[in-house]
Each structure stands twice: as structure tokens, then as C-alpha cells.
């Protein structure tokens, strides 16, 4: 018996409009028109979307957990990029 | 209409309501037996999603049959406490599951057939049926474009794939001629404007099932004389033992809760 596993695909959803997909997990599927199906049965039963991406896993480059150091660390004493240091005025809320 | 043609009507008019709430209500019990045992994790859930929603347009046909009947019967009664004779699905949705290919076939044929006479019964007289089968069509959409992918990728696949699912059309075929026969009840429900004949829904279902078969490069096998009769309460031998089996707690314990 053939037992080559059909491709992984990646699952985001938008849980309400306005908001932006999130990834909620992965799952196998022979094709992408299948691959929204059972994004939808698996991940959406509770009401969780509104709509579903699926890509390919292989698809998404990602970055090297092992270059976590050069990558992240460096930014991590350079305060004066967070905008912290403005004085805003009383009517500015919620920024 | 005269109280006298009004009381003729009744019980055509359930009997029109248990033929759709029965034949959902069976196909969702033989989907459930799926659960846990599907190919893949994936098409688990979907098949379990599918017996919940036919489960679930089951319960409101059967409860909206039972306050039309008048006897004080609830959609519980009717579904635990009938006998196999009283039952009215269609014969098709009570044979055994067979395997994946037979599977989504029959839910291909039969959700094809569902969405044609739900979507004629949307402008039902019966305010409470078409406000259930504008409910029910939105998942019977869903169900039959999942169906529809898996005949046309099992059917387009391999060999095997093929072989297996050419074997179901050949096999579930011959049950599809009972949906369309004439019946007196149809006609004069239809002619109150409550039902829709399911025997004109053959037109409109011939042209949405076949594309997709020729997509799957199936044959469709030619017709024969054979007519199953569930749908008039005779039914073959496999709807015993899926009854006893769904009707088991509330046969050992009747009226029991949880």
C-alpha cells in the first residue's frame, strides 16, 4: 500500500472582519480545493471565521531559529526605535 | 380549502416530512458509524460534520411531522420509538456504508437530490417547512460541494480509486429511480402549493449530477426496473439493525434523560 502522505498545509483564520487572518494550524489534503474544506470542518465547527487562507507549508520560508541571534538580539538595546519619548498632548488618547 | 380536504391532506403531509426527515436521519446515523474510522483525520470531522447537520434538519423535520400529526409524538419518539415499517427514508441512505468511495457517492446523489427538493419547498406553503429548508439548503450546499470533489478526485484518481467508485455508481445507481417515481401524495400536496413532487426534481438533478460524473470519468449505468420502496415504509433488510442500534437506550429505558 502507498503510504506517501498528502502535502501540509497551513491554516489562518479571520475570526470577524476588520481583523487579521491568524494562524490556527495545519493539516494534510491532496489539493487546495480540499485543503479549504477541511480547514473549514476542522477548524471552524465553533464559529471561529469568517475566512480561511490555506498555503502550502512549503511555501512559507521561514527564518532560521538557529540565526535567533543575529536576527532578534541586536534589537533588543536600541530603546530610542520604540516611540516612547514624544509628549503627547492631553486630547491624543489611545495612542 | 374545506376542513374536509384540509384533514385528506394531513397525513400526506407528514408522511411528505418523515420521507425527508427519516431519509436524514438514517444517513446521519450511517455517517456517524464513520466517526473514528475515516481515512484521514480530516475527512473524520468532515463526515461527522456532515451526520450533524443531517441529524440536526432530521430533528426539525421530525418535530414539525409530530405537531402536525396531533398524536402529542416528539421528534425523540418519532426517531426512538417507531418501527422499521413506520419509518419512510428513502431505501438508498439505508444500506451500509461499504467503503470511502460508497460513501461520498450516495452523500453525492442523495444531497444532489436533497438540494433540488429543498430548494423548491423554500416557497412552501408550510411557513414552518420552508423556513427549515432555507435553513438546511446553506449546509446541503456545503455537503454537496464536498461530495461533488470527492467523486471527481476518486474517480479522476487511480486505478483503484476508480475501480471502486465506478463500482459504487453501479451498485447505488438503481436507488435513485424511487425519488422520482409518481405518488399521489406528492401530487396533491403540491397541487395546495405545500410540497413540490419529487418526481419533478429528476430534470434539474440529471443536469447537476452528471457534469460531475463525466468530470469523474464515471459511466452511468443504464436503467433497470428495480424500484425500492422505503420511502413507502418497505424497506430492505439492513434498516432493522441500524434501528435496533439507534433505538437500543431509549427501547432499555424508555423516557431516559441525560
Known amino acids: 500500500m502507498d503510504r506517501r502522505e498528502w502535502p501540509l498545509w497551513e491554516v489562518f483564520i479571520r475570526s470577524r472582519n476588520g481583523l487579521d487572518h491568524k494562524h490556527c494550524g495545519s493539516l494534510h489534503a491532496p489539493d487546495a480545493r480540499l485543503a479549504l474544506?477541511?480547514?473549514?470542518?476542522?477548524?471552524?465547527?465553533?464559529?471561529?471565521g469568517t475566512s480561511i487562507w490555506v498555503v502550502r507549508a512549503e511555501h512559507i520560508v521561514a527564518s532560521d531559529p538557529d540565526a535567533k541571534a543575529e536576527l532578534f538580539d541586536p534589537a533588543a538595546d536600541k530603546i530610542y526605535r520604540h516611540p516612547t519619548f514624544y509628549v503627547l498632548p492631553d486630547d491624543v488618547n489611545h495612542m | 380549502m374545506s376542513v374536509a380536504i384540509a384533514d385528506d391532506l394531513r397525513a400526506a403531509h407528514v408522511d411528505y416530512l418523515l420521507r425527508l426527515g427519516d431519509s436524514a436521519?438514517?444517513?446521519?446515523?450511517?455517517?456517524?458509524?464513520?466517526?473514528?474510522?475515516?481515512?484521514?483525520?480530516?475527512?473524520?470531522?468532515?463526515?461527522?460534520?456532515?451526520?450533524?447537520?443531517?441529524?440536526?434538519?432530521?430533528?426539525?423535520?421530525?418535530?414539525?411531522?409530530?405537531?402536525?400529526?396531533?398524536h402529542g409524538r416528539?421528534?425523540?419518539?418519532?426517531?426512538?420509538?417507531?418501527?422499521?415499517?413506520?419509518?419512510?427514508?428513502?431505501?438508498?441512505?439505508e444500506l451500509p456504508n461499504g467503503d470511502f468511495a460508497r460513501t461520498v457517492l450516495r452523500n453525492f446523489l442523495f444531497t444532489a437530490f436533497q438540494r433540488e427538493v429543498m430548494t423548491g419547498l423554500q416557497g412552501s406553503a408550510d411557513?414552518?417547512?420552508?423556513a427549515i429548508t432555507v435553513k438546511s439548503l446553506k449546509e446541503t450546499r456545503y455537503?454537496?460541494?464536498?461530495?461533488?470533489?470527492?467523486?471527481?478526485?476518486?474517480?479522476?484518481?487511480?486505478?483503484?480509486?476508480?475501480?471502486?467508485?465506478?463500482?459504487?455508481?453501479?451498485?447505488?445507481?438503481?436507488?435513485t429511480e424511487e425519488w422520482f417515481a409518481p405518488d399521489a401524495g406528492d401530487e396533491a400536496l403540491a397541487g395546495a402549493g405545500i410540497a413540490l413532487c419529487w418526481s419533478n426534481t429528476r430534470g434539474a438533478w440529471t443536469d447537476a449530477v452528471t457534469p460531475v460524473l463525466e468530470a469523474a470519468t464515471l459511466v452511468i449505468p443504464a436503467g433497470t426496473a428495480f424500484r425500492s420502496t422505503g420511502r413507502l415504509g418497505v424497506h430492505g433488510e439492513h434498516l432493522?439493525?441500524?434501528?435496533?442500534?439507534?433505538?437500543?437506550l431509549q427501547r432499555t429505558y424508555p423516557g431516559a434523560t441525560w
Open chain 1, 37 to 48: 474544506q477541511s480547514a473549514r470542518d476542522v477548524y471552524t465547527r465553533r464559529q471561529e
Open chain 2, 127 to 130: 411557513a414552518a417547512l420552508a
Open chain 2, 240 to 248: 432493522g439493525p441500524l434501528l435496533s442500534e439507534m433505538q437500543v
Open chain 2, 143 to 175: 455537503n454537496l460541494e464536498h461530495a461533488a470533489g470527492w467523486v471527481v478526485r476518486l474517480g479522476d484518481g487511480t486505478d483503484e480509486s476508480h475501480a471502486r467508485i465506478q463500482r459504487a455508481v453501479d451498485e447505488l445507481w438503481p436507488y
Open chain 2, 25 to 70: 436521519l438514517i444517513l446521519g446515523q450511517r455517517l456517524s458509524e464513520w466517526c473514528g474510522h475515516a481515512p484521514v483525520l480530516e475527512e473524520d470531522l468532515a463526515l461527522a460534520n456532515v451526520a450533524l447537520d443531517l441529524i440536526g434538519q432530521a430533528r426539525l423535520l421530525l418535530s414539525h411531522a409530530g405537531v402536525l400529526e396531533g
Open chain 2, 74 to 93: 416528539d421528534e425523540d419518539q418519532l426517531a426512538f420509538l417507531r418501527a422499521e415499517r413506520e419509518f419512510r427514508n428513502v431505501t438508498m441512505v
